[in-house]
């Protein structure tokens, strides 16, 4: 709003009833010169003698002593003064001049009622908004955390469901990892037999699916321990006689034996 140059004041003021009085009060000229920047202000503002900073914060009496360059004070005894003699209103907090249309236009003192009703209707209006956005904002980042913890449950539930899925997963085993194992277990387990006896059962153990090769592994180890193979059962036995016996120095028929008892395949 542009602000207004001059303002009107009558020539016989000081001869009016209240500045009379005013002039018998202690610090009488710092009180009459505040009320003239007082209307000055107004005047600059044009805001129909409401003063407001921003069209949104009442001045205060802080406010008007820094800018009319005097004591808090003094700027207090004045404002009491001029409330007093009805020269000022303070309505919602906020410094008025009722008369205002004295110095100005006559029918600004019904504009400026009517923009009061208004700025406090709407003032309020604001305040509800800003309580209700402040409260919103609280409640969406209360609301924000719980639903990030909850996510972050489920993540954790999913990676946990995922990493034993992955650990139950039954991958078959390789010739080569079956051979590695059965020599690190010095067995007797011919490796091929046993990939092509479950390969040919779908890698089964009864109606269920095998869920660790090693430890059929072992299995067939302790099942080869118990009952042990009928053939090299035989060789092993004419391979001990022949080293006992009369026939140790049959070096050519000894070292057929050994040979055939590492062949594989034959468990």
Not at 218 to 236: H, I, S
């Amino acid at each position: 709003m542009a602000e207004v140059r001059w303002i009107k004041i009558v020539t016989d003021i000081f001869d009016d009833e209240k500045i009379l009085l005013i002039e018998t009060l202690p610090e009488a000229d710092s009180i009459i010169v505040i009320w003239f920047k007082l209307l000055c202000l107004a005047g600059k503002q044009n805001n129909s003698g409401v003063f407001m900073l921003n069209d949104r914060i009442p001045y205060n009496e802080k406010m008007f002593a820094t800018i009319f360059r005097r004591k808090e004070s003094t700027v207090q005894l004045a404002f009491e003064t001029f409330a007093n003699f009805g020269m000022i209103e303070i309505i919602y907090g906020a410094v008025t001049i009722p008369n205002w249309g004295k110095h100005q236009s006559l029918d600004q003192l019904e504009e400026r009622r009517e923009y009061m009703r208004n700025y406090m209707r709407d003032y309020r209006k604001k305040q509800k908004q800003l309580i209700c956005k402040v409260n919103g904002k609280i409640n969406d980042k209360a609301n924000s955390k719980a639903n990030v913890n909850a996510l972050d449950k489920i993540r954790e539930d999913k990676n946990r469901l995922d990493k034993n899925k992955e650990k139950s997963r039954f991958v078959p085993p390789s010739l080569d990892e079956v051979m590695e194992y059965c020599l690190t277990r010095n067995n007797q387990v011919d490796p091929q037999t046993f990939i092509d006896f479950y390969e040919s059962k779908g890698w089964m153990i009864g109606k269920n699916k095998m869920k660790d090769w090693k430890a059929a592994v072992r299995t067939w180890e302790k099942r080869e321990t118990k009952t042990g193979n009928p053939f090299k059962e035989a060789l092993r036995k004419e391979l001990q006689n022949e080293q006992s016996g009369s026939n140790s120095n049959n070096d050519g028929y000894q070292g057929g034996l050994s040979k055939l008892l590492q062949e594989p395949g034959r468990d």
